[in-house]
């Protein structure tokens, strides 16, 4: 196994985009693509360390840059602004994913019909967005994401979407988890929420404590989420010999 690592360019309009890939060189045909959406705190260590760890599942891993210009926020009052630009205006937002994910298709290491997504926070709620806009992706994962609907028109979902959800978190309750369920049931597609107890906001974050119970990581609730990420992904690319 050999991973590889390196930063790439595209544009969505004017605006320049820096993204981040990780692949394993020892294969040599193209590979199913799994696009990692960030959270918050923009393209960061634990996003390029995702698309390691899918890299060394035998994908892909591209994170998108839906910030723009590589952009890192630091304090969370910037952090904010930035999010809230894009949460504010789905279409805009719809417009910067559809212009990463066509990105990821044309890169050479790629099966470009053979792409899933995934994403944290924030990058829940895009992840969410690109399989709300009937996009062929194979997989939608969102790990303790923002659900609030698009509020764009109403297409059949048809990825396999999976939500890996804390029912403790403040960032959306529990009647905000069943209306998700109720939307993805109209929506036509196969879906999966698997709410864990005790756990609230950031559960996939090591280290997250913001010590009031709104961020906190949960080993357990992380650990049976990614295993049910494996899942699905063995599952969707089963046709590629991954397993």
């Not at 994910?101 to 709620?125: R, S, Y």
Request: proline share 4%; hydrophobic share 40%.
């Amino acid at each position: 196994m050999q991973i590889t690592t390196k930063p790439f360019e595209y544009t969505d309009g004017k605006q320049k985009c820096v993204g981040y890939m990780a692949w394993d060189e020892t294969y040599a045909d193209p590979k199913p693509c799994v696009i990692v959406n960030h959270a918050w705190s923009g393209l960061d260590d634990f996003a390029q360390q995702k698309a390691v760890q899918l890299a060394a599942m035998g994908y892909v891993g591209v994170c998108l840059d839906n910030y723009g210009d590589g952009a890192l926020p630091e304090t969370n009052e910037e952090k904010e602004a930035l999010m809230t630009g894009l949460v504010s205006d789905r279409k805009v937002l719809l417009k910067r994913l559809k212009a990463g994910l066509k990105a990821a298709q044309a890169l050479p290491e790629v099966d470009e019909n053979a792409i899933a997504a995934l994403g944290f926070c924030f990058g829940g709620l895009c992840t969410l967005d690109i399989a709300r806009a009937g996009i062929d992706l194979k997989a939608a994962i969102s790990f303790h994401g923002l659900l609030t609907p698009s509020g764009l028109p109403k297409k059949k979902i048809k990825a396999k979407v999976l939500v890996a959800h804390g029912w403790d978190d403040p960032m959306a309750e529990p009647d905000t988890v069943v209306a998700l369920g109720k939307e993805l049931t109209e929506a036509g597609c196969d879906w999966q929420i698997h709410a864990y107890g005790k756990t609230t906001h950031a559960f996939m974050v090591e280290g997250a404590d913001s010590g009031d119970g709104t961020l906190k990581h949960n080993e357990d609730s992380e650990r049976r989420a990614w295993v049910a990420t494996q899942d699905l992904l063995m599952e969707v690319f089963s046709d590629h010999g991954i397993s």
